[in-house]
């Protein structure tokens, strides 16, 4: 604390009353006692705040970068002593230079298999071919991957090479302090003690941080109120100028000569000038691409969340008048926000009434009653122009002028915050943070409207709710259908676009892909790289013949065989065992069972929504020995478990979505109406993907062993189960078992390994 500049300590001094009372006095005391001295070279103060000093890009490499080291020899020597020399890593670096030294060309599709070096790949090319004006992009599917760029990956080329080119890693905003909000929050003192400790906190971080990024501060809960209200970033943002993180952040981007984004942030801000004009874009992790497309571009009409931000702001407006009845601009800011919340509530329920008698009210079976309810609608039923469209239109022009004239009045009120008690500072602390739920849930809603008013063929619409008869939680969900329109756009706006990813092919063919993305096989350059790993002697698939098939048992008996399986899997080893799901509610009766066994009392049982968020799971799953960690599909893609911490993977069940899922209902229908078969044109390639996709957990590098576990005889059994297994890397070894043969099988192989889990 002593080190701690004079004036971040008054700061933290003031706001320490919720503290306890010793630690509040001794803060108190320390901040009146500390002499005076300058601050330190690497930090200014603006606005009363301290920040760490941030330097602007480098505009050149340290020196160009020419004389590419294309042929093996030149690559040996370049990577001798740091790097072993890779055949396919070496062909991926050719590939993408050559690439970028012809004029603007067809998009250039690399499958690079796990194991062989591909972010070195792609980086040590583009520092060769970068610069100001001709930018290279580089977008990622995971955060994870982007921080492994910048802290391992640019590291490496640029000791590699002894050269810097300006790189920017650029995140989507709500990664970001909005510095004016978190100084008008810190203006009223929160009267909730977590809030008080977690601003604190961020005043000593802001004299560390140069980015700016929440995530830096390793917190447990990212979702609380206070942080949605401090990394919102519609509005102002002038009071701190250049030193406000997002102003920074894209000033950096365009100074750059390498821009690392993700797919998420691409696809919002696709044509913003932020990238520069004929750049080239290289999309990693490609096979994620198509599934980010739709997730940006599906949006919800947010009705229900939107009523109970009003119902909550309503409930507050007698004690919040009565604070602002002496101060006349702001009291009559708010009487003309809160007259327009009534008309806003009233408008929202026309609008879902509309909806429920059109579709829901006589048309739903009463089967389907007593359950929640997601149903395709069409609306060429309705006439929108006439009895829709203004109604939609008017909700989006009140929450903002709602938004507006409250956010107004309570910033005035916060100004005169001196002349409130400490009750009604705790009221406008709580309205705030109201306000900037309803503000992301308008902003929600904008982007709902700009999608519904450009719906196309494209598109489809699912009502949604929660229980018949309660027309407040009915909301509209519009879904792009084929996400392959949008991607070509993005792509337009590029010089250069090279895909690259660990599984773009079925049955060893680009074809799905392509069509997923728009692109003529005929138009486009593709090469596929093998895998380094000897996949022959590293791992073994294994079939359980003996497995009961889930249509024919009932939930409780399959998850009482699943339990079986991991107990004798685990007993025969102390290794990690990671089991995949298709049901949340079979990986949660699991987990209850399996903790009742020796297995649970003797290993650490980890499980996806019980015990922990994801990303704390990872984390122990990671750091102990001998945990089973109980997860959904999701977990196959976008985690990397370092070393030999995992040895088996159990799928229970194939990972095929489930056609009951409304989002994947309405996507197969729209398949049918373009005569495609959803199932072997769709899903079955997914499913493979997946598949495929377990391997790469399982196999990170040339000393990893480990097995695969299939508890699913379709997958032998069946034509399109073959299909499957053809889309694995051909060195694979599948065996077909009953589960006593299995588990000996296992134990041998791994002990032959020499990396036994005994």
């Known amino acids: 604390m002593e080190n701690t500049p004079q004036l971040t300590l008054a700061h933290i001094a003031q706001l320490s009353d919720l503290l306890t009372r010793q630690t509040g006095d001794f803060i108190r005391d320390l901040a009146d006692k500390q002499p005076k001295k300058p601050l330190p070279s690497y930090l200014h103060v603006n606005h009363g705040l301290v920040l760490r000093n941030r330097r602007d890009l480098q505009a050149q490499p340290l020196h160009q970068l020419t004389n590419f080291p294309k042929s093996p020899s030149a690559k040996k020597k ?60 580089i977008s990622t599917a995971t955060t994870v991957l982007q921080n492994q760029l910048i802290d391992q990956t640019i590291p490496l080329v640029e000791q590699l090479l002894a050269a810097k080119v300006p790189v920017a890693l650029v995140k989507s905003e709500n990664h970001y302090l909005n510095l004016e909000i978190f100084y008008q929050s810190l203006l009223i003192p929160s009267s909730n003690r977590p809030t008080r400790l977690l601003q604190l906190r961020l005043l000593v971080w802001l004299t560390m941080t140069k980015t700016g990024d929440i995530a830096e501060l390793q917190l447990t809960n990212y979702h609380n109120y206070y942080l949605q209200r401090i990394t919102h970033h519609n509005g102002r943002k002038h009071l701190f100028g250049p030193d406000e993180f997002m102003t920074y952040i894209e000033t950096q981007a365009q100074q750059a000569s390498i821009i690392l984004t993700n797919h998420s942030y691409l696809l919002a801000h696709e044509a913003s000038d932020l990238f520069g004009k004929q750049a080239t874009l290289i999309v990693d992790e490609a096979d994620e691409f198509s599934r980010n497309v739709s997730r940006t571009h599906n949006h919800t009409s947010h009705f229900q969340e939107l009523l109970d931000c009003l119902h909550q702001l309503a409930h507050h407006h007698e004690p919040l008048a009565d604070a602002a009845a002496a101060i006349y601009p702001a009291y009559a800011q708010l009487n003309k926000g809160y007259s327009q919340i009534d008309n806003l509530l009233t408008t929202i329920k026309r609008v879902q009434s509309i909806f429920f008698e059109s579709y829901i009210q006589d048309n739903l079976p009463k089967s389907k009653r007593a359950h929640p309810i997601d149903e395709i609608i069409d609306l060429s039923g309705l006439d929108m122009p006439k009895y829709v469209l203004p109604e939609l239109n008017q909700i989006l022009a009140l929450g903002q002028s709602i938004s507006v004239n409250l956010t107004q009045a309570l910033n005035q009120l916060t100004n005169l915050e001196q002349q409130f008690n400490h009750q009604t500072i705790s009221l406008l602390n709580q309205i705030l943070s109201m306000m900037i739920q309803f503000q992301n849930a308008i902003d929600d809603y904008q982007r709902f409207m700009t999608q519904m008013l450009a719906q196309s063929d494209n598109t489809g619409i699912l009502l949604q709710m929660k229980q ?291």
């Open 468 to 758: 018949y008869g309660n027309v407040e939680t009915l909301d509209l969900a519009i879904h792009v259908l084929d996400p392959g329109t949008i991607a070509q756009n993005l792509f337009q706006r590029f010089g250069h676009v090279i895909l690259t990813g660990a599984t773009l092919t079925f049955n060893h063919k680009f074809d799905y892909f392509l069509s997923q993305m728009h692109l003529n096989k005929n138009e486009v350059n593709t090469y596929k790289l093998n895998s380094p790993f000897d996949y022959e002697n590293q791992a073994r698939l294994i079939t359980i013949a003996d497995a009961p098939d889930i249509k024919s048992v009932s939930a409780s008996y399959f998850s009482d065989y699943i339990t079986g399986v991991i107990d004798q899997m685990a007993q025969a080893s102390t290794g990690q065992i990671l089991v995949l799901f298709n049901s949340l509610d079979m990986l949660k009766q699991t987990y209850y069972t399996l903790k009742e066994t020796l297995t649970g009392h003797e290993k650490e049982i980890l499980a996806q929504g019980i015990t922990g968020s994801n990303e704390k799971i990872f984390k122990r799953f990671s750091l102990s020995e001998h945990a089973v960690l109980l997860g959904s599909n999701s977990f196959l893609s976008g985690i990397d478990f370092p070393g030999d911490h995992l040895k088996a993977l159990i799928l229970t069940r194939l990972p095929f979505e489930s056609p009951a899922q409304p989002e994947v209902k309405l996507r197969y229908s729209w398949l049918q109406q373009q005569g495609i078969d959803p199932f072997s044109k769709d899903s079955l390639p997914k499913t493979a993907f997946k598949v495929k996709q377990g391997f790469g957990r399982l196999i990170r590098q040339e000393t990893d062993k480990g097995v695969m576990v299939v508890l699913d005889n379709r997958l032998t059994n069946t034509s399109y189960g073959h299909e499957i297994l053809r889309s694995l890397p051909k060195q694979v070894h599948s065996e077909v078992l009953n589960l006593r043969d299995a588990i000996p099988s296992i134990e041998k192989f791994l002990r032959e390994s020499g990396t036994s889990l005994v």
């Open 78 to 137: 370049l990577f001798t002593p740091l790097l072993n020399y890779r055949s396919g890593q070496a062909k991926m670096m050719n590939l993408i230079y050559e690439h970028l030294n012809q004029p603007k060309t067809t998009p250039l599709l690399i499958e690079a298999e796990t194991g062989s070096g591909k972010t070195l790949g792609y980086m040590l090319p583009s520092y060769f071919m970068a610069t100001h004006e001709h930018k290279i992009v």
